[in-house]
């Protein structure tokens, strides 16, 4: 494999230094943590014995984010997802070091547990044991913080385990460490220690790095990953005049790009036809796509059957091939993750009309799109003749029990069944074409009349209702007339067929039932969510320890529900037919064209 263009860039860079006079090698250090690391830092290998560091791939694309973000005046904010032992985490320390030396700042660093912070801490301080640069600067001693130099630079340690970390400081470098480990329960959860911490990096010449091994496809930072950008990208739109003051900036480097995650003697040509005669699919796939060579392959075998208990899933974990499957391999998710991201790209690409459905009479509604955004209805398909539709609905608990932050929501669909379009001759899935603004917490009254004005959109169109809750609303939809999905279960007390208004889980394993035919739409792309605050919930639908399909640790489901309702009662949708005024003419319509015959 080919050194990457930054690693023959940088081995360029000092190879030139290596004849440059003191003061330009000086220069190039200050305004370099990679430089610095290379020139002037001493570190221990695998072996303990004491080294002249060579930054690897992803140190390189760490420092290169940092350096051009920072050139540009804007603050750096840098996320990394990092293989096993990449040295990540002792580089992020490495640029927080060389921050303090430049200029005087307030760091801290926020591991995930007590132990990692305070390695964090004896790496910060081990750089300032084996620097070599004349800083002129030294370490002092000061109760309050960690680590505190003369220059007045100061650094302080703090663990995930507490909610309010770096709540009420004022720093200038933070770095987050092992992100995707911190804990994500209602009382102390990733997302909230973020939120304390974010206010106080708010300065314009600051810096964050959160980085972290993967860990299940939840958390803020599986959910700010699929936000951030590539660096190209942010240059990109840069260029195009898109200047935001903060954006986060993603950082990746797969397993096979280090030098060290190879065979270091040649594979002989026994292990080659050895290794040939047992390749997997999964093996055979990574050879032809990264055009890896027999020592890498040698040495992810090796891997996997000593530090991975040779479960090739953990090595997915521990040492990605890229950055999505990582996450995928890294925890329990109940859907195919990888279809749901596609899912996802796909609906971040599509922007729904809003607006508001509008009572004209008893059985007509009129669309009102607002171009300002406000609106309480996403439409992202019209309804067309011939075609099928449902209304789901799964209410929340109670209007006592949506008061809050953290509450369960109504969740209401427009689903439109699957169709094959002869335009197209293609198959078309089944898709949510229309819905009620989430997240909705609204009086059940209010959640009735949505509903209503829903299913009369859409030709009048069958309303499957979750029933364990929200039995008001089922009988203000009665009185308003609209058609209302029935089931026919098994009368314990009769024996007999009965027929009953609305979609009612009375088990476990019905529940399980009704996800497990989800999963299987979603697997086979028979159905289109459309929607990314869906989706967002189909990614943090795990499977538990205990077999329980359900929302992570501070998540909901409620959109994951009713959408298993609808993919089960989609073949009760109901046509939509156009409706047109007949026109009839007026009774004097024939004098009125004798009269106009005689002019």
């Not at 290596?18 to 002037?40: C, G, K, N, V």
């Not at 040779?310 to 998710?333: E, H, M, N, Q």
């Not at 991201?341 to 796909?346: F, S, Y």
């Not at 399909?549 to 993919?567: E, L, R």
Request: hydrophobic content about 35%; proline content about 6%.
């Amino acid at each position: 494999m080919e050194p990457d263009p930054l690693v023959l860039q940088f081995r360029a860079t000092l190879q030139h230094l290596a004849t440059a006079d003191e003061e330009e090698i000086l220069a190039a250090a200050m305004r370099s943590p990679a430089i610095h690391f290379a020139l002037f830092c001493r570190i221990k290998n695998d072996d303990n014995e004491e080294i002249e560091p060579m930054p690897n791939i992803l140190q390189l694309r760490m420092c290169e984010a940092f350096e051009t973000v920072k050139d540009l005046g804007i603050r750096v904010r840098i996320i990394v997802t990092k293989p096993r032992r990449a040295g990540c985490s002792s580089f992020v320390e490495h640029i927080g070091y060389h921050s303090a030396m430049n200029s005087p700042i307030e760091g801290i660093t926020i591991s995930d547990n007590k132990e990692h912070s305070a390695e964090a801490m004896q790496k910060l301080g081990s750089y300032g044991q084996s620097d070599s640069y004349p800083w002129g600067v030294r370490v002092v001693t000061n109760p309050a913080h960690s680590i505190s130099w003369s220059n007045g630079s100061k650094w302080t340690v703090d663990t995930a385990e507490n909610p309010d970390a770096g709540a009420g400081g004022t720093y200038q470098f933070a770095h987050c460490s092992e992100t995707s480990k911190w804990p994500q329960t209602t009382t102390r959860n990733d997302v909230k220690t973020m939120t304390c911490l974010a206010p106080a990096v708010s300065g314009m010449n600051t810096v964050m790095f959160s980085e972290s091994t993967p860990e299940g496809a939840r958390g803020w930072q599986f959910k700010t990953w699929g936000e951030a950008v590539t660096l190209d990208k942010f240059l990109t739109m840069y260029r195009a005049g898109i200047r935001p003051e903060e954006i986060w900036i993603k950082v990746f480097a797969a397993w096979f790009e280090f030098d060290s995650n190879r065979r270091r003697q040649p594979v002989t040509a026994q292990e080659i036809e050895e290794i040939e005669n047992t390749l997997t699919d999964h093996e055979i796939s990574e050879i032809e796509k990264y055009q890896l060579d027999w020592e890498q392959v040698a040495w992810r075998r090796d891997t996997i059957r000593t530090k991975c208990d040779g479960d090739p899933k953990i090595f997915s974990y521990y040492y990605p091939s890229d950055d999505v499957t990582c996450w995928l391999a890294s925890g329990a998710p109940r859907f195919d993750m990888q279809i749901v991201l596609e899912m996802e790209m796909r609906a971040k690409q599509t922007t729904p009309e809003i607006g508001y459905l509008v009572s004209q009479d008893d059985k007509r509604v009129s669309w009102q799109v607002q171009h300002d955004g406000t609106g309480d209805i996403q439409i992202w398909e019209h309804p067309l003749p011939g075609l099928k539709y449902l209304v789901v609905l799964d209410p929340a608990s109670s209007a006592s029990q949506t008061v809050g932050a953290d509450t369960d929501c109504h969740s209401l669909s427009v689903w439109r069944d699957g169709y094959h379009d002869q335009l197209t001759d293609r198959y078309k899935p089944a898709k949510r074409v229309a819905r009620l603004k989430p997240p909705f917490r609204g009086e059940g009254a209010d959640v009735a009349g949505h509903t209503a004005r829903l299913s009369k959109f859409y030709g009048r169109c069958m309303v499957a209702m979750e029933v364990n809750i929200g039995l008001g609303i089922l009988e203000l939809l009665q009185l308003a007339g609209i058609p209302l999905y029935k089931r026919r279960p098994l009368s314990h007390r009769t024996g007999q067929i009965v027929e009953q208004y609305g979609f009612k889980m009375g088990t476990k394993e019905e529940r399980e039932a009704l996800i497990s035919g989800l999963a299987t739409a979603i697997q086979d792309r028979n159905i289109d969510p459309s929607c990314p605050y869906a989706l967002a919930e189909y990614k943090s639908f795990i499977r538990w320890p205990d077999g329980k399909s359900a929302a992570s640790a501070g998540k909901h489901d409620d959109d994951v529900m009713a959408d298993a309702i609808a993919w089960k009662v989609l073949p009760s949708a109901t046509t939509y037919t156009e409706h047109k005024a007949k026109h009839f003419d007026p009774p004097d319509a024939k004098s009125w064209r004798t009269v106009v015959r005689r002019w």
